[in-house]
T-cell receptor, first 115, second 113 residues
């Protein structure tokens, strides 16, 4: 079965703090892809990153970084020096080769950055 | 480059009315899907299609109908609206059978009264 769990429903941090959003996934497929999306208050879904199951290298993009660990089935997202514009709902998602490209989304983590 | 175009952005329906949410993409993606987003439940898959003429049910298909006559268009029909269908609906497209992120439309906020 495929499943994505985002245990943190809501997180509040003060501006400039670092924050990590957790994502744990379940899959039996050996070829799969992991994603993070951002949904700001305006409501659209913004793609942030895609990772495939064969690439466990961590990635950094500006203040954003992602830690992919197959051993713990986790794909965590860290925002360094958070800003008010980071306030949004963040979704982690999984897709698998053996189901075409069907996406499985977590329930999202609502991040509020307090100025 | 329009991406995924979804209309309307807002809609209010009365119980029992029917309507169609439109979705079109210009990226030649094989895979298209509809999701609904409800508080605390993330995005749940309603229906999806892997190509023209092919559709299948997702996690929450009851009360919805889809068709895919062209690669570009994937409309979602509400047959007889119910208050439980009050939600935000997203259309998405992506490549099929290869690594691809999903591209989303702007969403439709539907209220059934």
């Amino acid at each position: 079965a495929q499943k994505v769990t985002q245990a943190q429903t809501e997180i509040s941090v003060v501006e400039k703090e670092d924050v990590t959003l957790d994502c744990v996934y379940e899959t039996r497929d050996t070829t799969y892809y992991l994603f993070w999306y951002k949904q700001p208050p305006s409501g659209e879904l913004v793609f942030l990153i895609r990772r495939n199951s064969f690439d466990e290298q961590n990635e950094i993009s500006g203040r954003y970084s992602w830690n992919f660990q197959k051993s713990t089935s986790s794909f965590n997202f860290t925002i360094t020096a958070s800003q008010v514009v980071d306030s949004a709902v963040y979704f982690c998602a999984l897709s698998q080769r053996n189901t075409g490209n069907q996406f499985y989304f977590g329930t999202g983590t609502s991040l509020t950055v307090i100025p | 480059n329009a991406g995924v175009t979804q209309t309307p952005k807002f809609q209010v329906l009365k119980t029992g009315q029917s309507m169609t949410l439109q979705c079109a993409q210009d990226m030649n993606h094989e895979y298209m899907s509809w999701y609904r987003q409800d508080p605390g439940m993330g995005l749940r898959l309603i229906h999806y299609s892997v190509g023209a003429g092919i559709t299948d049910q997702g996690e929450v298909p009851n009360g919805y109908n889809v068709s895919r006559s062209t690669t570009e268009d994937f409309p979602l029909r509400l047959l007889s609206a119910a208050p439980s269908q009050t939600s935000v609906y997203f259309c998405a497209s992506s490549y099929f059978l290869r690594a691809s992120e999903a591209f989303f439309g702007q969403g439709t906020r539907l209220t059934v009264v």
